[in-house]
């Protein structure tokens, strides 16, 4: 079985205008961040984590956190290969101050459209290599990621190409969805 976990709401401004250099600036603050310590949030996903025989979580300091929140009884593996699909930098021809909302919707379709260190093929390959990693993980029992919205979407897709099943598959914060061989019948 592999269960994705994502990460708890980082303690982080979530909205206002910025000019371009704000949001370089909040795109650092933003990796850097913590989560809030909301039990009530994450008690389905500490309750999960217990079947787990190994966690495995991204390098970024929102997992780790959350990770730690968990207080899984498992050993905890750290692999940048399960960071966040990383946003680009703007563009310096990219003038004027737009809310936040806005800046994020062009820098990640800036992404899809190939901008940026890793723009969206090359993080499908990686996506695609950490399926096939999480699977040869799953072969010795249950493994739990502690990850990102648009990463997890984007390894879900490859490991139901491989035959895996997930009964839910939304992305909220805290959320754990559960992928097995087998299909679960409500």
Known sequence: MIILIRHGKPVCKRGGWMTREQLINWLKAY???IVYDEPLSYAEAKEKIKCASVV???????????????????PIEEHKWLNEAPLPQPPKWMKGVYPLWMW???LRLLWFCGYGEEPYT???????KAAQQLVHYARTGTVVVI???????LVSRQLRRYGWFAK????AYWEAVTLSLTRRTP
Not at 56 to 74: D, E, G, I, N, T
């Open 122 to 128: 090359k993080t499908k390959q990686r996506a695609m």
């Open 31 to 33: 990796d850097e961040a």
């Open 104 to 106: 994020l919707i062009l």
């Open 56 to 74: 495995l979580v991204s390098s970024l300091a929102r997992a780790r956190h959350s990770a730690s929140l968990l207080q899984p009884l498992s």
């Open 168 to 171: 839910k598959k939304k992305w």
């Open 147 to 153: 990850g990102h919205g648009w990463f997890h979407l």
